[in-house]
């Protein structure tokens, strides 16, 4: 079943007086709890295409749908509220909301939904034993290594269990070793919980634990292979 | 604690060094609203009180149309039944009767035009400020008729002293000649030259007789028990006038009335201390303008992670107007405690300026200045800096809505 469905997606932007062509027509179809990693060169649209079908950017044409909401009958209003309640998000840089404290991250996606405080905090707690954290909960992300950060970015993406999660090389500010352990941590949440994950990499450990792997280049999907 | 007020807190901290000059540049800003109107409205109420306590009292009863003409036919025929009536009404201090009449006085060797006042001694001395006013000589007694108290500069006119003789000459109520010799009994010195150098005061009871004035006389001079008090008891006095009157045609007059140009100058000069206040409250402003989109620019990456969570623009510009609040509320607060602090301090001990006292003087006002904190004076500049950053700080917070996460996120 597919979560994400892209349809002949082009996308250029103007850098000074040049304009330069992103993605070129792409076409691309995620299922459900699937493992993807966008592979491809810097500035091969990678990025580009992880921030079209979050609906942070809009293509110039073609079609997104992603868990049957279709972005071209959408506003900027509804698209926040989808990317709210069904997407989540991991950055390069971790981006953590730096005044709040580890479990305060992961409990503000929630506060944005409307969950009870209760609820909140049991399931803030949960997800960070569950990546690792248990009894860092009250620690600022000034105070959290580059590898503990990214893990509570990552329990603060799949905490309100989106149906996607969009990772933008998120193991590149990572020394190799925290950065498998990072990875080898979204894929048992993708085994156990059946979170869809799709991610942007050029790291070559990261695309061998992918059981889909899409090489971009220049715009265009060049492969596509489902690995084992 | 809801998160936004929490995260604002802490935002605002971020930052300790611009944090605290933020503050205190709403604190300084406060401070001086606070002490300057205080300032303003207590030497107001100075001139005022000592203004009133020379000449005029709080309030007047007189007959109608003597403020603007003083013909001596224009009296109150009864004070009796003013008297009784004065007792009866809440808030009055002290009231005494006045007559009025314009004469030449002579001595022996020079003449001059005066206003003559025939004042009740013993009722005058509880109402105005003229027995402690007294320099040389002695305060008339309650049954002195043809003994005098005349303004130093006056007696140095005339050219006379203590137990010496001047000559009244003028016109009576029934148009009679009024003439009378009058011995100097005291010397005043108010400090107020144009007072100084054209009244003598007399008994009432020689006065109606000398100016043919019979029982009558020209003013009933009210003092309220404080100047907040005056309007209420104008309102009483002028609720009650039918009841009093009779037949006669009189007028409740407040201080402002009798004196606009006491009025007048305290107006204008309030004019300009609030311009002065707008330019300081705008520099604040402006100070503030700074920090905050500063802090926004800074805080634009954040900005668009936020809001590529799901965070809306609308919750964003809560966030940033809380942490203006949180900044303001705590300026604020510690400008009007270091405010009210150092008013108190000089409305014990008085501030004095050196080289201002002969102005001052002219308005009755003694040179040494005692601010005068109020509920008004204490949160009415700090409101005004209050409202001026919170909207100073809106500007910056619309950028917010402006923000698209993408180009948030890609800002370093």
Known sequence: ?228 | MSIELKMAWRNIWRNPRRTLLTIAAIAFAGMILVFMLSFQLGCYETMINTCVKISTGHLQIQAQGYLKDKKMRLVIKDPDRIAQFLDTVKGIDHYTFRANGFCLVSSDKRTYGVVVTGIDPMKEARVSSIKSLVRKGSYLKADDEYTALIGELLSNNLKVNINDEITILGQGRDGSIAAAVLTIKGIFNSGIDEFDRNVIMMGLKGFQEIFSMGTSVHEAVITADSLGDVSRVKQNIQNNFSAIKGDEALAGLDWMEIMPGLLQGIQMDLVSGIIMYIILVIVVAFSIFNTFLMAILERTREFGVMMAIGTSPSRITKLVMFESICMTIVGIILGIIIGSLVTIYFQKYGIFIAGTEDILKQYGIPDRLYPKLSLISATAGPLVVFLITFVSSFFPALKIRKLKPVEAMANV
């Open chain 1, 1 to 228: 079943m597919a979560i994400v469905e892209t349809k002949n997606i082009k996308k250029t932007y103007k850098q000074g007086k040049v304009i330069v062509e992103a993605l070129c027509g792409i076409d691309l179809i995620v299922d459900k709890a699937a493992f993807v990693a966008l592979a491809g060169p810097s500035g091969s649209g990678k990025t580009t295409m992880l921030n079209i079908i979050g609906g942070l950017d809009l293509p110039d044409s073609g079609s997104v749908i992603v868990d049957n909401n279709c972005f071209a009958d959408m506003n900027q209003a509804d698209l926040a509220s989808l990317r709210l309640h069904k997407i989540g998000f991991v950055f390069q840089a971790f981006n953590l909301i730096p005044v709040l404290s580890a479990i305060e991250n992961v409990e503000y996606v929630m506060l944005l939904q409307g969950v009870p405080k209760i609820e909140r905090c049991d399931r803030a707690k949960g997800i960070l034993d569950d990546v690792g954290l248990k009894g860092k909960y009250d620690r600022r992300p000034a105070e959290l290594s580059g590898g503990q950060q990214q893990r509570v970015a990552v329990a603060r993406a799949i905490v309100s269990n989106p149906a996607i999660v969009l990772a933008d090389e998120p193991t590149a500010n990572l020394d190799s070793k925290t950065g498998e352990d990072l990875v080898l941590m979204m894929k048992k949440m993708n085994t156990e919980k059946k979170v869809t994950f799709i991610f942007s990499t050029h790291d070559k450990m990261v695309m061998d634990y992918a059981t889909r792997l899409v090489t971009i280049k220049d715009g265009l999907i060049v492969n596509d292979e489902i690995k084992a």
